[in-house]
């Protein structure tokens, strides 16, 4: 693997606007698998060394994404080699890690979504922003239960275009508005259902900007919130601050106005008071107040 190539994988991540957190993380998984069976070295100790060094790469690429670095760092975890392994044996050993890893983060998703399914049930207007794989996961379940979806926009790029695209494939009755208009709808759903790209030790949640004020207007509307993500998007207490990554203006496609500034913030952080419940591959979690 050449330089230049190294430097468009970890591009490939960092420049990704349409895949959700646990997407990118797996994808970067992939990524190391193939760098394990393809990168030049003379022996397993140089393998290992210039491994870490591209994982580094892609965990910085996205500061705001939890699952990156978390899945990442458990793939770093076994990746020391046995002290008589050869480079084949490494090589193996490696991408079947990264592999395996994939495997558990598809199934949490899968576990996920049928807790939160569980949870919301049968009939039910559920409102969303975003994307998120684990939200696809629990419409899947419930498209031929009754359900009914409020879907935003969410702007600048409209990822929320993907789901709605679905969801008219999946016949499920929705509707499909402006990030403006979440204070106005939000009334009309029985929950809120998102997903995560990071969620602190406390609870509070990063995710595409627009989820703190959606979180806001269904508390005033005694709508639950609720956030379903795997656990491996659960910072530990030892990681920083989680970095809310700013994009291009130009993706809001505005003029270059003297004097105008343009600001393209993708992540905000909501709250964990404003969280009814976190839904993870183990079940439901309540505050410490209940249900």
């Known amino acids: 693997m050449t330089l230049t190539q190294f430097n468009c994988?970890?591009?490939?991540?960092?420049?990704?606007?349409?895949?959700?957190?646990?997407?990118?993380?797996?994808?970067?998984?992939?990524?190391?698998?193939?760098?394990a069976r393809t990168l030049p070295a003379v022996d397993a100790m140089e393998l290992r060394v210039r491994l870490l060094a591209l994982a580094a790469e892609?965990?910085?690429?996205?500061?705001?994404?939890?699952?990156?670095?978390?899945?990442?760092?458990?793939?770093?975890?076994?990746?020391?080699?046995?002290?008589d392994s050869n480079?084949?044996?490494?090589?193996?050993?490696?991408?079947?890690?990264?592999?395996?890893?994939?495997?558990?983060?598809r199934r949490a998703v899968t576990d996920c979504a049928t807790h939160a399914a569980r949870l919301l049930g049968p009939g039910r207007a559920v409102m969303t922003h975003s994307?998120?794989?684990?939200?696809?996961?629990?419409?899947?379940?419930?498209?031929?239960d009754g359900l009914r979806m409020i879907v935003t926009e969410a702007r600048p790029l409209g990822e929320g275009r993907q789901l709605a695209e679905?969801?008219?494939?999946?016949?499920?009755?929705?509707?499909?508005?402006t990030d403006?208009?979440?204070?106005?709808?939000?009334?009309?759903?029985?929950?809120?259902?998102?997903?995560a790209d990071s969620v602190l030790v406390d609870g509070a949640v990063v995710n595409k900007a627009g989820t703190y004020p959606?979180?806001?207007?269904?508390?005033?509307?005694?709508?639950?919130?609720?956030?379903?993500?795997?656990?491996?998007?659960?910072?530990?207490?030892?990681?920083?601050?989680?970095?809310l990554e700013e994009m291009a203006p130009a993706e809001l496609g505005t003029p270059d106005w003297p004097g105008v500034t343009v600001r393209n913030v993708y992540f905000d952080r909501t709250p964990a008071r404003l969280v009814s419940a976190w839904i993870d591959e183990t079940g439901v979690r309540w505050?410490?107040?209940g249900p």
């Open 166 to 177: 679905r969801l008219s494939a999946w016949r499920v009755p929705t509707t499909y508005i």
């Open 87 to 105: 480079l084949a044996v490494a090589r193996d050993l490696a991408a079947k890690r990264a592999e395996a890893s994939i495997a558990v983060s």
């Open 131 to 144: 994307l998120s794989s684990t939200v696809i996961e629990v419409c899947r379940l419930l498209k031929d």
């Open 287 to 289: 505050p410490p107040a």
């Open 9 to 35: 994988w970890v591009a490939e991540i960092r420049d990704d606007r349409t895949r959700g957190a646990s997407e990118l993380a797996r994808r970067a998984l992939e990524l190391l698998a193939e760098a």
């Open 180 to 195: 403006a208009q979440m204070g106005l709808f939000v009334a009309q759903a029985d929950a809120v259902l998102v997903g």
């Open 214 to 243: 959606l979180a806001l207007a269904a508390r005033d509307w005694g709508v639950p919130f609720y956030v379903c993500c795997e656990s491996f998007k659960w910072r530990g207490p030892d990681h920083p601050p989680p970095e």
């Open 58 to 83: 892609l965990s910085a690429a996205r500061p705001s994404m939890a699952p990156i670095q978390n899945l990442l760092w458990r793939w770093r975890e076994g990746l020391t080699p046995p002290a």
